[in-house]
């Protein structure tokens, strides 16, 4: 069973930073490309980045250099360290496997004073 689990979300004041977790598990990790996406109140949901097996990231147009994706083939991990947050950003945040049709449940980025 394929499952994607995220963490560390929550309030944080603008300026300030978080670093999403997601562990995936039920897939053979280090062969698939990994993608953070997110959705914003009343929007649609948007890619965020993906990285390669061989950790090679891309980023959404309005990440401008403010979030790095990483991963940790070894454990089965994918990192989303977000800097210099603003009101933007405020989403619920997702991970998975671009071609799997699975979804975790989602981490809540608030940012706010």
């Known amino acids: 069973q394929v499952q994607f689990v995220e963490s560390g979300g929550g309030l944080v004041q603008p300026g300030g930073s978080l670093r999403l977790s997601c562990a995936a598990s039920?897939?053979?990790?280090?062969?698939?490309?990994m993608g953070w996406y997110r959705q914003a109140p009343g929007k649609q949901r948007e890619l965020v980045a993906t990285?390669?097996?061989?950790?090679?990231?891309n980023y959404g147009d309005w990440v401008k250099g403010r979030l790095t994706n990483s991963r940790d083939n070894a454990k089965n991990m994918v990192y989303l360290q977000m800097n210099s947050l603003n009101g933007e950003v405020t989403a619920v945040y997702y991970c998975?496997?671009?071609?799997?049709?699975?979804w975790g449940q989602g981490t809540q980025v608030t940012v706010s004073s």
């Open positions: 990285i390669t097996p061989s950790s090679n990231p």
């Open positions: 998975t496997a671009p071609t799997c049709s699975v």
């Open positions: 039920g897939i053979s990790f280090r062969a698939y490309t």
